[in-house]
């Protein structure tokens, strides 16, 4: 699982929107990621952020010519990778959930509602009001 300090809000609730959580509940396991210019990699998901790009461990570069190359860290950029290879014992639903709750702090996805122009020219004019009665002293003044 993706440590939520580690991301930012915005971050935590774009992977939590999307399958790229899926990929970080992989953090830690096996897995071969087919890249876009035919490449295949081995290795262990260390890190992925929420904009897809992973970081494995131990991991082995396998060329067309089926020449190899090993790498004790990889970092691969997401617009790069074309298919995840999940593994059998994957089970899909239980750690996507587990991984959404993680990343939203156990809580639901929540929308912000949206506050009337009126209701927010309010709320601005009575901090305005306690501003100025701060500054003043405890004296209210007009601006």
């Known amino acids: 699982m993706a440590a939520p ?3 930012t809000k915005t971050e935590r609730y774009n992977s939590a ?11 830690g ?3 071969i990621i087919e890249l876009r210019n035919e490449l295949t ?3 262990t998901v260390a890190m992925v ?10 991991s082995t570069l396998r060329k067309l010519n089926d020449e190899s190359v090993e790498y004790e860290q990889l970092f691969i950029h997401g617009n790069q990778i ?3 290879q999940m593994p059998d014992d994957f089970n ?10 993680g990343l939203l702090g156990g809580g639901e996805v929540t929308k912000r509602k949206r506050m009337s122009r009126a209701r927010l020219n309010r709320q601005l004019e009575e901090k305005a009001i306690v ?3 701060k500054l003043g002293k405890g004296r209210a003044t007009n601006t």
Do not use: I
Not at 49 to 58: E, G, I, R
Not at 92 to 101: A, G, I, N, P
């Open 82 to 84: 074309r298919y995840v």
């Open 131 to 133: 501003r100025a009665y």
């Open 17 to 27: 929107k999307s399958l790229v959580c899926l990929l970080q509940a992989m953090a």
């Open 49 to 58: 952020d929420s904009n897809m790009n992973v970081t494995l461990t131990k």
């Open 92 to 101: 899909v639903s239980v750690l996507l959930e587990r991984q959404v709750k």
């Open 5 to 7: 300090g580690l991301f």
């Open 41 to 43: 990699v081995c290795g």
């Open 29 to 31: 396991r096996p897995t």
